[in-house]
């Protein structure tokens, strides 16, 4: 079955870095994309970006694009998000979900998660 | 960016009933939008992609509509399972935006 695991929770300073990875099975990796997004205590979601684990392809939202990086390892079906530069308002879980080969269209499988946050 | 504006923002209702929440597009978007529903400290799961077309796995009672800037989630005969937050999106263009969400209660 279709399965995306996220590694575990962080806890960062502002201004530092995070990295997140989203091991994917189940399926062939090169056959779709991953898509990353947030979501904020209490809050809704937030697309910050999209990767064709194929192409190598990415977008980015705009307000992420100076301090965000999305990449892929296709040896081990793994999607990377690593965002820099971090703030207290980027304290969220940060979800990464299976998406479509050559655009960001929908996410049919998620992963299960993983809490950043970003504090002094 | 495209804004998506759903409504209503909560809902109550009892097991049985019919709802509708309905989502606008600030542009057209053709048929770009997707149905999501999460329960608390889980993730979202797809309901319906591409307004219409229902995810494997997700029960008749969901049913997505509209094109062009209007959209509506249908749920009919709500069960128990059913009381979670949804969200519309649309991926016409980038960035992916969401609804703000709509909270269905049990009244």
């Known amino acids: 079955q279709v399965q995306l695991v996220q590694s575990g929770a962080e806890v960062k300073k502002p201004g530092a870095s995070v990295k997140v990875s989203c091991k994917t099975s189940?399926?062939?990796?090169?056959?779709?994309?991953i898509s990353w997004e947030r979501q904020a205590p209490g809050q809704g979601l937030e697309w910050m970006g999209w990767?064709?684990?194929?192409?190598?392809?990415?977008k980015y939202a705009q307000k992420f694009r100076d301090r965000l990086t999305i990449t892929k390892d296709t040896s081990t079906n793994t999607a990377y998000l690593e965002l820099r530069s971090l703030r207290s308002d980027d304290t969220a879980v940060y979800f990464c979900?299976?998406?479509?080969?050559?655009?960001?269209?929908?996410?049919?499988?998620w992963g299960q998660g993983t809490l950043v946050t970003v504090s002094s | 960016d495209i804004q998506m504006t759903q409504s209503p923002s909560s809902l109550s209702a009892s097991v049985g009933d019919r709802v509708t929440i309905t989502c606008r597009a600030s542009?057209?978007?053709?048929?770009?939008v997707n149905w999501y529903q999460q329960k608390p400290g889980k993730a979202p799961t797809l309901l319906i992609y591409?307004?219409?077309s229902l995810h494997s796995g997700v029960p008749s009672r969901f049913n997505g509509r509209g094109s062009g800037t209007d959209f509506t989630l249908n749920i009919s005969s709500l069960q128990p399972e059913d009381f979670a937050t949804y969200y519309c999106?649309?991926?016409?263009?980038?960035?992916?935006?969401f609804g703000q969400g709509t909270k269905l209660e049990i009244k």
């Open positions: 591409a307004a219409h």
């Open positions: 990767i064709s684990a194929d192409t190598g392809d990415t």
């Open positions: 979900a299976r998406d479509q080969r050559y655009s960001s269209s929908w996410n049919d499988y």
């Open positions: 189940g399926y062939t990796f090169s056959s779709y994309g």
């Open positions: 542009q057209s978007i053709s048929s770009f």
């Open positions: 999106q649309q991926s016409y263009s980038a960035p992916r935006t």
